[in-house]
Each structure stands twice: as C-alpha cells, then as structure tokens.
T-cell receptor, first 112, second 111 residues
Framework: GENVEQHPSTLSVQEGDSAVIKCTYS??????FPWYKQELGKGPQLIID?????GEKKDQRIAVTLNKTAKHFSLHITETQPEDSAVYFC???????????FGGGTRVLVKP | KAGVTQTPRYLIKTRGQQVTLSCSPI?????VSWYQQTPGQGLQFLFE???????NKGNFPGRFSGRQFSNSRSEMNVSTLELGDSALYLC??????????FGPGTRLTVL
C-alpha cells in the first residue's frame, strides 16, 4: 500500500522567515496531495491541495510543489506569523475512493 | 454552510465495553470517511461510506465497524474496547471525491 514520509518532524522558525516541509510517497498511482493544518483541540483543516497534472500551486503565503518523477511534494509557507504555529500533515490518495494516507506530521513553531 | 459535526466530543469507557460515535457531514456531501489519530500511529484510515455502502476499508480489526444512513449521517462502532483504542476519532466528508473536510473529532479514552 501507499506510504508517505514527512520531514522534518519539528520545525522552529523566526516570525517572518519561510518554512518548508517535505513529503515523499511510494505509490506512483497517487494523484491527489492535500495539506492539512491541525491546531490543538481541533480537527485537521485543509489548507491547500495539488493534483498530479499540476507542478505548483499558490494561495497567498502558502505554496505547494509536486515532482511526480521523484515522488516528492513540498509545502512552503512564506512570511510566517505566530498563528501559523500548528501541526501540518501531508497526505496522498488515488483518484478513486477517498482513502488518504498521511505523513507523520510536522510541528511548526513560529517564534515572535 | 455548517461544517462536519461529531458527537459526542469526549467519551470515557472501560475495557470490554462498546461505543458508538456519530458524524453529520456537510450538507450535500455523500461520502464520509473515518480516521483514527494516535500519537504513536498518527492518522490512519478506518473506512469510507458513500451512499450507504462501504466503499473502502483500512487495516483495522473487525471490532471496528460503521454504517451510513440515507441522510448521509454516519456512525462508527467499536466493540470490546481495548486500552489501545484510546484515540481521537475523526470524521471527514467529501462531495467531489477528493477534498475531505474534517470534523473536530471525538476523543475516546478507554480505562
């Protein structure tokens, strides 16, 4: 089955700096890659996603890149703010069905 | 639009008991998926229901079961609870088949 690896497990950045989280997946049939942000006591919140026919997608301070050949995808957060502090999860799935396979998560701390 | 709602939010049970958790998806969403979140295993897929039929199943024992009603609301049941079943159980709903929106979860503690 699909396996998703996520690095780093923790990330501490200064406010205003950029944060980058990387994921790799194993199943070449996966074609949908969402990113979720989870704050304490809450469920995961979808922040951005990318499909395999696209190499990059941007939404304000957040961007995601996908390299299908290398089976890598990354989340980039620019101009980080304290409210970006949370746990971030990458995931992968195939077109059919809705099973998401998640990475292990990255705890991001933005220091004021 | 109201988000995904899950009830109850917190639950304490003892070993051997059974438990039923409920999920109401976003209006118009027909797919409901369930996930278990633990510090050790992370987020793991339990099963997915679409139009009252189980469409996908993860690698969990038969003690974990679910169902979906005609109004798309879903329940999951865990029988013969074990200490290791303590977790946050998350429900997610989907309309398009890919974008899943999660509820706040039910925190289950097994004593």
């Amino acid at each position: 089955g699909e396996n998703v690896e996520q690095h780093p497990s923790t990330l501490s950045v200064q406010e205003g700096d950029s944060a980058v989280i990387k994921c790799t997946y194993s199943d070449s049939a996966s074609n949908y890659f969402p990113w979720y942000k989870q704050e304490l006591g809450k469920g995961p919140q979808l922040i951005i996603d990318i499909r395999s026919n696209v190499g990059e997608k941007k939404d304000q301070r957040i961007a995601v890149t996908l390299n299908k050949t290398a089976k890598h995808f990354s989340l980039h957060i620019t101009e980080t703010q304290p409210e970006d502090s949370a746990v971030y999860f990458c995931a992968a799935s195939k077109a059919a069905g809705n099973k998401l396979t998640f990475g292990g998560g990255t705890r991001v701390l933005v220091k004021p | 639009k109201a988000g995904v709602t899950q009830t109850p939010r917190y639950l304490i049970k003892t070993r051997g008991q059974q438990v039923t958790l409920s999920c109401s998806p976003i209006s118009g969403h027909r797919s409901v998926s369930w996930y278990q979140q633990t510090p050790g295993q992370g987020l793991q897929f339990l099963f997915e229901y679409f139009s009252e039929t189980q469409r996908n199943k993860g690698n969990f024992p038969g003690r974990f079961s679910g169902r979906q009603f005609s109004n798309s609301r879903s329940e999951m049941n865990v029988s013969t609870l074990e200490l290791g079943d303590s977790a946050l159980y998350l429900c997610a709903s989907s309309a398009t088949g890919n974008e899943q929106f999660f509820g706040p979860g039910t925190r289950l503690t097994v004593l």
